[in-house]
């Protein structure tokens, strides 16, 4: 997402800077491997973001610049990941749940699958839940309903 002024603010740019206390550099300065900023420790908001992309709390890196690598090792290995065909066990159930054909399915990507299968399960769950809820309009059981 860019601000009014055409600058980034996503999350991955909010996680860089923190990680570099805030101080705005170059991009040429960003990339240098022998950047000061590569060796300030770890930002907690760093650590955050790499815990939730999957590395376990004890693995997360002790510097900044190798907080910076590995969140962008992982993100491009998730994305090569998720352009990768869908697997068998998500095509059947796509096909069995009557979501997509059996052409559809094989066509679909990871990602492409796994949004159409969660859409799909929260709306299921929301059925059963909107099944369960008791409506107030319905009669009160009488005691020859109860023998």
Do not use: C, H
């Not at 910076?68 to 998730?78: A, C, P, R, W």
């Not at 869908?86 to 979501?99: H, N």
């Not at 990507?109 to 099944?131: G, H, P």
């Amino acid at each position: 997402m860019k601000d009014s002024e055409g600058v980034e603010t996503g999350a991955a740019r909010d996680v860089l800077e923190e990680g570099i206390t805030g101080e705005l550099f170059s991009p040429e300065e960003l990339m240098r491997n022998d950047a000061d900023w590569r060796d300030k420790p770890t930002s907690e908001r760093q650590r955050a973001a790499l815990i939730d992309i999957g590395v376990k709390p004890e693995s997360v890196p002790g510097t900044a610049g190798e907080a910076s690598d590995l969140f962008g090792v992982m993100t491009i290995e998730k994305n090569a990941k998720m352009r990768e065909p869908a697997t068998p066990k998500q095509r059947e159930m796509i096909v069995r749940a009557k979501l997509a054909t059996y052409e559809e399915a094989t066509a679909m990507t990871k990602k492409q699958a796994q949004s159409l299968i969660v859409r799909f399960l929260k709306e299921k769950e929301a059925e059963k839940r909107a099944s369960s809820v008791p409506k107030d309009d319905a009669p009160m059981p009488t005691d020859e309903d109860l023998t």
